[in-house]
């Protein structure tokens, strides 16, 4: 009797001693704390990342009047973009060799050193060539830093606190194009449109590089990877021929609706085509056999993490290509200034600038499901409050339902990542993080090439801009764009719906 109240005692002993270590072990790692210099890390090389996005969004609403300075029509003009994107679409693959080559605190003063002589290059270029030149270095720069930035994040925060700066990260990819319109109009009513290079040199050589030379720091060993020239050509003639691609398939079905020839742009976009699709094929064949890949892909066979690519790619289609839409809508069919068309855009950014760590928090707490489909059931209500009223929009009811829109869209938006890249091994992260940041990048690009194609074929043949005719044809686009719109967001969903039944079968299993 007195061995069994002995035994029942250790027992009971040993279980709250479990208990209290249990509890013990789960305190410590809701008490982690996020150390200074990897705070003073992400806004550092954030800023970079987020100047370089800004100026790309920026750029579209000064079109015109660049167009007038240089004497070039609007398909010429349009390089000023679709340069930007095709470079940082190309640079984006060599994230993974660049983090596993090169120290961290060397590619932010690569990405410093691009900022600058780019933004230095846009102020006194005074010929549209020149002007393409800057833009290409600028594009090199913020193809470093905004993979620089994630990487950062998976590599060196506490795992209690990797969903909340995701979140933060996430700001520089949601937020600095959606403000970019509000930046141009107002930079374009009141000073010449080199003034926002002018602005952005102090701001990366007194905030920016300072601080990132306290605080990037490397907590992981480089290693001795070899660049595959061969798969990097490969990959950057397949971005380069599927947006351009995009971009020609746009301006021919343009030109056919409004009577114009569209042979030349037809056989360029078929080209594109083949060219792409075939180059990304060669790319896929060739990592299977590569012992040193330039991305490795084995980590796509995962059914789960290959759903959240496709949405991670899917969604900004409409989250970039929403800033296009709306001011293009505010102008030409409502009547507004470029000014104010550019401001309509800003308080679903500043919902998107509070909102994004807040969806972090979220899913550090509840874990991906809820916080994710909540936020982009909340999203999809946007575009269709849009379409509902797409005849009857007034200059505020457009910002309220983009604001519904982007409060979902960056409550959930980075989670995708970040629970994509947690169910990957972490030798992997980089590449993830390379190709997602890479379909990022082209379904922004995707986004506003088919979007704009929709407008336009809406107001082909429609009379001048400004006449009655015009203005209802332009809200006749505006309502089949929002359409698309529900149509992209929907199939992003039933991919992460799918994704998490994956997930919840997995995890049943014994």
Known sequence: MEERNITTTTAATESQAITTNAGTQEAAISDERIPGKLIGAIVAVGSLAFIGILTETVMTVLFPQLMREFNVDTATVQWITTIYLLVVAATMPLSSYLNRRFKHRTLFLAAVALAVLGSLIMIVGHAFPVILIARVIQGMGSGVATPLMINIILEQSPKSKVGRLMGVGSLVITVAPAIGPTVGGAVSSILPWRAIFVIVIPIILLVSLPVGLKCVEQHRPTEEARLNSLQFVSIVLALCGLVMFLNQAGVAVSAAVSGGSA????????????????????????????????????????????????????????????????????????????????????????????????????????????????????????????????????????????????????????????????????????????????????????????????????????????????????????????????????????????????????????
């Open 263 to 510: 042979t030349v742009s037809a056989v360029f976009a078929v080209v594109s085509l083949i060219v792409g699709l075939g180059a990304l094929l060669f790319f896929g064949w060739s990592s299977k056999r590569s012992f040193s890949p330039l991305i490795r892909l084995g980590w796509l066979r995962d059914p789960m993490v290959l759903l959240h690519l496709i949405a991670y790619m899917l969604l900004p289609i409409v989250g970039i290509g929403f800033g296009y839409v709306i001011t293009n809508v505010a102008q030409l069919s409502l009547g507004t200034s470029a000014f104010l068309s550019g401001a309509l855009v800003l308080p679903g950014a500043l919902i998107g600038a509070f909102f994004a760590p807040v969806g972090g928090m979220l899913y550090d707490r509840f874990g991906p499901v809820r916080p994710i489909l909540g936020a982009f059931f909340a999203a999809i209500c946007g575009p269709i409050l849009l379409l509902v009223f797409s005849m009857r929009l007034t200059p505020v009811t457009l910002a309220g339902f983009y604001f519904i829109f982007g409060f979902g869209y960056s409550l959930g938006f980075s989670n995708i990542m970040t629970n994509a890249l947690r169910n990957i091994a972490p030798q992997f992260m980089p590449d993830g993080n390379a190709v997602f940041n890479t379909c990022l990048q082209f379904g922004g690009a995707a986004g506003t090439a088919l979007f704009s194609t929709i407008l336009s074929v809406a107001q082909a043949g429609a009379g001048e801009e400004g006449g009655a005719t015009f203005r209802h044809a332009t809200a006749v686009g505006g309502s089949w764009t929002f359409a698309t719109m529900i149509g992209i967001v929907a199939i992003a969903i039933c991919c992460l719906i799918a994704a998490f039944r994956i997930g919840a079968k997995r995890n049943s299993r014994p």
